[in-house]
């Protein structure tokens, strides 16, 4: 199993651009949620989805967009780049019922908008 | 509002000695709880939880955690500490009744054990 698996990397945008960050996982999870990290500030939810078809807001859903397809993809598009969502981004996942919420999660995605 | 309490930014010890990182909570019902480790430039890695029973809980890499429900804490702890545990550590907690599967996360505590 690859696991949580989240591309790209790194990524450097200018003000206004927009891009897609995209996170596949190949553990059949049902759940899986967007965080942003920020030093001093632990994680927020973005969003999540509780499977294919369902996707919700998390705590800081503004400026960011998710759709949920397959039971694999959940991919987040930033709509028009900020210098505000400079940050890391980690893609987790898990099952719903039989994890309890013990989520994995994918390596990040340090994102830099200038 | 339901919130996750790390006490400490920040904690030192020295190799070899034990250690404890802190977590409190203030969530309603009994919640599952949870602690992760981050290492640097890595995601969040499961260490642990507690769902029911044995108030010590046994995880990964020689940790383990002491749930306290009348303080409403989940202390993580060491017996004797290496130089590689040094990483960020978040405690989480879950509902039982949120059917949304969301956790709620601390601010992290950075250990750090020197040589």
């Known amino acids: 199993n690859a696991g949580v698996t989240q591309t790209p990397k790194f990524q450097v945008l200018k003000t206004g651009q927009s891009m897609t960050l995209q996170c596949a996982q190949d553990?059949?999870?049902?759940?899986m949620s967007w965080y942003r990290q920020d030093p001093g500030m632990g994680l927020r939810l973005i969003h999540y989805?509780?499977?294919?078809?369902?996707?919700d807001q998390g705590e800081v859903p503004n400026g960011y967009n998710v759709s949920r397809s397959t039971t694999e993809d959940f991919p987040l598009r930033l709509l028009s780049a900020a210098p505000s969502q400079t940050s890391v981004y980690f893609c987790?996942?898990?099952?719903?019922?039989?994890?309890?919420?013990?989520?994995?999660f994918g390596p990040g995605t340090r994102l830099l908008v200038l | 509002a339901q919130s996750v309490a790390q006490p400490e930014d920040q904690v030192n010890v020295a190799e070899g000695n034990p250690l404890t990182v802190k977590c409190t909570y203030s969530?309603?019902?009994?919640?599952?709880l949870f602690w992760y480790v981050q290492y640097p430039n890595r995601g969040l890695q499961f260490l642990l939880k507690?769902?029911?029973?044995d108030n010590l809980v046994k995880g990964s890499y020689g940790f383990e955690a002491e749930f306290n429900k009348s303080q409403t804490s989940f202390h993580l702890k060491k017996p004797s500490a290496l130089v590689s545990d040094s990483a960020l550590y978040f405690c989480?907690?879950?509902?039982?009744?949120?059917?949304?599967?969301?956790?709620?996360w601390g601010a992290g505590t950075k250990l750090i054990i020197k040589p």
């Open positions: 989805s509780v499977g294919a078809g369902i996707t």
């Open positions: 507690y769902i029911t029973g």
């Open positions: 969530v309603s019902g009994n919640p599952y």
């Open positions: 553990m059949n999870h049902e759940y």
């Open positions: 987790a996942s898990s099952y719903k019922v039989t994890g309890f919420g013990a989520q994995y």
């Open positions: 989480a907690v879950r509902p039982r009744e949120d059917s949304n599967y969301q956790l709620i």
